[in-house]
């Protein structure tokens, strides 16, 4: 009876449930290696690798001024591929370098933490007090700074730490544990000095949970929220559930949360004003905290992305991306060299992006734009972190010693390929200096 008339209805909504499913993964079986534009790859008169001895296995890199935060930890290469955990794995490490003097970088105290594993970093400028992400100016430096840094240890936390770049001074002020929230950090993103979201990805890619996870679809890792105004008393909550976050960003007044299985995620995200007095948030208890709202729009990738950084060089999101299953499997069983991608999101309705990497995506997801691609890693390999600032772009990865500097956005020279044949007619549009096509409707 089960294989009757009655039957069908139920096998088309399952075909109708994997083909919805299809398309919102990357499509890395049919994907394509972007066209080779000079511009975009690794070259010697273009990015050069500096300070290897120092910067080994690093997750993630931000760039504020003539300074950039580097986070790296050996236990990317040396833990136990099974348990994701190798006992006697040296700690790691959060860096302060003067990128543009190229001095000696700055290893910082965290408080005397034992089991150190630095994964995302963040800079907060401490500037006006109550300052929220939609007002905050990054392009004013400001010598003293809050750092908050994701510490994917067994017993997980969000260090806290201002540093003042003129002497050199750091202080540790808190870290963050609670059960609501700090789960297994992987990547941070402060609202406020005293607010901040997380990830927690369940110990991807080293982690079993991770990987059973990734592989079922189901979005066992959450996004968490932890508050701690008066630096003692740490409120938290769980946010929302997605499949695998491996980076968080605010643009725009958006949230993005990248999932490795799937793409990135736009979610809309309340800022309360910092006006309000402790009177309105005592009788509005919603207005005293970020409210997390519903998603809105998805983003489907052509590869699994790793990281999201918002350039407001370029004003639009960056994110990084393993190329595929078999490349992320080599590389996690100790393959010395893997691919490395980078790419901007380009958010329009009626842009279509002309980088041969999107040919795989349906007409209305191309939106990326390739910043750097290294298709062995002969170059550079595994990139796991890219910032564009000042008119360069900043790498690190964690099967590759030294930060990336390349002496280029990877957008003003990109040149449009030649367009395919098609019914419609098209024609090259420049917006803020990045060629794109457009078709006309």
């Known amino acids: 009876?089960?294989?009757?008339?009655?039957?069908?209805?139920?096998?088309?909504?399952?075909?109708?449930?994997?083909?919805?499913?299809?398309?919102?993964?990357?499509?890395?079986?049919?994907?394509?290696?972007?066209?080779?534009?000079?511009?975009?790859?690794?070259?010697?008169?273009?990015?050069?690798?500096?300070?290897?001895?120092?910067?080994?296995?690093?997750?993630?890199?931000?760039?504020?001024?003539?300074?950039a935060v580097v986070s790296c930890d050996p236990y990317r290469r040396q833990s136990n591929l099974l348990t994701g955990y190798k006992p006697g794995t040296p700690s790691g490490s959060v860096y302060v370098w003067n990128w543009v003097e190229d001095s000696e970088p700055v290893r910082l105290d965290v408080g005397g933490a034992t089991d150190f594993r630095p994964q995302g970093v963040r800079v907060w400028p401490l500037?006006?007090?109550?300052?929220?992400?939609?007002?905050?100016?990054?392009?004013?430096?400001?010598?003293?700074?809050?750092?908050?840094?994701a510490n994917n240890s067994k017993n997980g936390s969000v260090e806290v730490l201002d540093y003042t770049f003129s002497t050199g001074a750091s202080e540790h002020v808190a870290s963050l544990r609670h059960k609501d929230g700090t789960i297994d950090p992987a990547h941070v993103l402060p609202v406020s000095s005293s607010e901040v979201f997380l990830t927690n990805t369940l110990g991807y890619p080293g982690?079993?949970?991770?990987?059973?996870?990734?592989?079922?679809?189901?979005?066992?890792?959450?996004?968490?929220?932890?508050?701690?105004?008066?630096?003692?008393?740490?409120?938290?909550?769980?946010?929302?559930?997605?499949?695998?976050?491996?980076?968080?960003?605010?643009?725009?007044?958006?949230?993005?949360?990248?999932?490795?299985?799937?793409?990135?995620?736009?979610?809309?995200l309340y800022v309360p004003p910092a006006t309000l007095t402790a009177e309105e948030i005592a009788a509005n208890s919603s207005l005293g905290r970020m409210r997390f709202l519903p998603g809105e729009k998805f983003h489907r990738m052509p590869y699994l992305p790793t990281t999201l950084s918002y350039s407001r060089e370029l004003g639009g999101l960056?994110?990084?991306?393993?190329?595929?299953?078999?490349?992320?499997?080599?590389a996690l069983f100790g393959k010395p060299q893997a691919p490395s991608w980078a790419g901007l999101l380009v958010e329009s309705d009626n842009l279509v992006v002309a980088d041969s990497v999107t040919a795989a995506l349906k007409t209305d997801e191309r939106k990326w734009q390739t910043l750097f691609y290294d298709a062995d890693g002969a170059s550079f390999s595994g990139l796991s972190s890219l910032v564009v600032e000042n008119g360069k772009r900043f790498g690190v990865g964690r099967y590759q010693d030294g930060v990336m500097i390349c002496n280029s956005n990877g957008i003003e020279e990109v040149e449009l390929p030649p367009a395919p044949p098609a019914a419609k007619t098209k024609k090259a549009v420049e917006i803020d200096g990045m060629f794109l096509t457009k078709d006309e409707l």
């Open 1 to 67: 009876m089960m294989f009757g008339p009655a039957a069908i209805p139920m096998l088309w909504f399952i075909a109708k449930m994997l083909w919805g499913e299809y398309h919102k993964r990357p499509p890395l079986w049919v994907s394509y290696a972007p066209d080779a534009l000079p511009e975009v790859s690794f070259l010697p008169n273009v990015c050069g690798i500096h300070r290897p001895e120092t910067f080994q296995n690093c997750e993630d890199i931000r760039v504020f001024g003539d300074y």
């Open 127 to 149: 500037g006006e007090p109550g300052q929220k992400i939609d007002t905050v100016d990054y392009s004013v430096f400001v010598d003293t700074v809050r750092l908050f840094i």
């Open 318 to 330: 960056v994110t990084t991306a393993m190329t595929g299953y078999v490349a992320e499997a080599k």
């Open 207 to 268: 982690g079993v949970l991770g990987r059973l996870e990734l592989l079922s679809a189901t979005p066992l890792a959450t996004i968490g929220y932890l508050n701690f105004t008066d630096m003692t008393n740490i409120t938290a909550k769980n946010v929302g559930a997605v499949t695998t976050p491996t980076g968080i960003d605010y643009a725009n007044g958006k949230m993005y949360v990248a999932s490795a299985l799937y793409g990135v995620h736009a979610y809309e």
